[in-house]
C-alpha cells in the first residue's frame, strides 16, 4: 500500500468514511430505480426475454439487462443504465452475435441509434426523470425486438 495514502486515510479517515457511507447510498438508490423500472416492463408474452440487474462494484452506474433470444445466431441485449449524469439506452449483441445484422434489424425495425461501439438509443434522460417516461421507449424496444423475425 502506498504510504501516503495510508497517511490520508488515517488523517482523513472520518470524512473517508462518511464519502463511503454517502457512496452506498447513492448506488442504493440507483438499484431502486432499475428494479422499480423493471417492474413497469411487461415480459409476460415474452418467452424469448430474460430480465436481469447489473452493477460493476466500483462503478456509479447500475443497469436494467433486457436480454432477447432471436436466434441462435442473434442474442441482442439492451441495457437501460442509470448514473449521476442520467438513463442511457444501448443495444448490442451479445456472445459474438453479428453486429451487421443487428444494424439492419434496428433499421428494419424503424429504432433510431447513434453508432458507436454498441448503438446507443439517440434520447438520454436526466437522472430524474420519471420512470413512467422510460417506460413505454424500454417496452417498445424490448416488443419491437423480441418479436421481430
Avoid at 116 to 125: D, I, L, N, S
Wanted: glycine share 4%; with cysteine.
Amino acid at each position: 500500500m502506498d504510504p501516503q495514502f495510508t497517511k490520508f486515510l488515517a488523517k482523513r479517515s472520518d470524512e473517508v468514511a462518511a464519502l463511503l457511507k454517502e457512496v452506498d447510498k447513492f448506488r442504493g438508490e440507483l438499484r431502486t430505480k432499475v428494479r422499480e423500472l423493471g417492474a413497469l416492463i411487461n415480459l409476460q408474452e415474452r418467452p424469448n426475454v430474460r430480465q436481469w440487474l447489473y452493477r460493476e462494484r466500483t462503478e456509479f452506474f447500475d443497469v436494467l439487462v433486457h436480454d432477447i433470444s432471436l436466434s441462435d445466431e442473434l442474442l441482442v441485449a439492451i441495457d437501460t443504465c442509470i448514473g449521476p449524469d442520467g438513463w442511457e439506452i444501448y443495444i448490442f449483441s451479445r456472445r459474438g452475435s453479428n453486429q451487421a445484422r443487428l444494424r439492419s434489424l434496428l433499421q428494419s425495425l424503424a429504432i433510431p441509434f447513434e453508432e458507436g461501439e454498441r448503438f446507443t438509443y439517440p434520447t438520454p434522460f436526466p437522472y430524474t426523470e420519471q420512470l413512467d417516461r422510460l417506460q413505454p421507449v424500454i417496452q417498445e424496444l424490448v416488443d419491437k425486438i423480441a418479436t421481430a423475425q
